[in-house]
């Protein structure tokens, strides 16, 4: 299985963004869908994840309220989308999924099989 995230871009403060994340090649595996995003010079951080069917989903804080993450079964498709965005929201955000149960392993880095290959959101005046 492969991933593929597209839908980044420049936005201005207050802006909104839709990231979505494709799924390809052997898609029968329930996976359960997250976003981690990298700012420059600071480490990878967790954003947002969501069960399989949508059931259960957590955020990062400083992202609640704002960001929506969801996951279309159907279409193998996942998406972020991100209302009200500030500076701080710039970075290089990855589509991750894991097999794994989806526990508190959620937050971390290695609990995800698949990474996406990133898209950019910048957030500038």
């Known amino acids: 299985v492969q991933l593929q995230a597209y839908g980044g871009g420049s936005v201005q403060p207050g802006g909104s963004l839709t990231l979505s994340c494709a799924a390809s090649?052997?898609?029968?595996?329930?996976?359960?869908m997250g976003w981690f995003r990298q700012a420059p010079g600071k480490e990878r951080e967790f954003v947002a994840a969501?069960?399989?069917?949508?059931?259960?989903?957590s955020y990062q804080d400083s992202v609640k309220g704002r960001f929506a993450i969801s996951n279309d079964i159907d279409k193998d498709m996942a998406s972020l989308q991100m209302n009200n965005l500030k500076f701080e929201d710039t970075g290089v955000y990855y589509c991750?999924?894991?097999?794994?149960?989806?526990?508190?392993?959620?937050?971390?880095?290695?609990?995800?099989?698949?990474w996406g290959q990133g898209t950019q959101v910048t957030v500038s005046s």
């Open positions: 991750v999924a894991g097999r794994g149960p989806f526990g508190t392993d959620r937050y971390r880095a290695g609990y995800y099989d698949l």
């Open positions: 090649g052997n898609t029968y595996s329930a996976f359960n």
């Open positions: 969501i069960s399989y069917r949508g059931i259960d989903s």
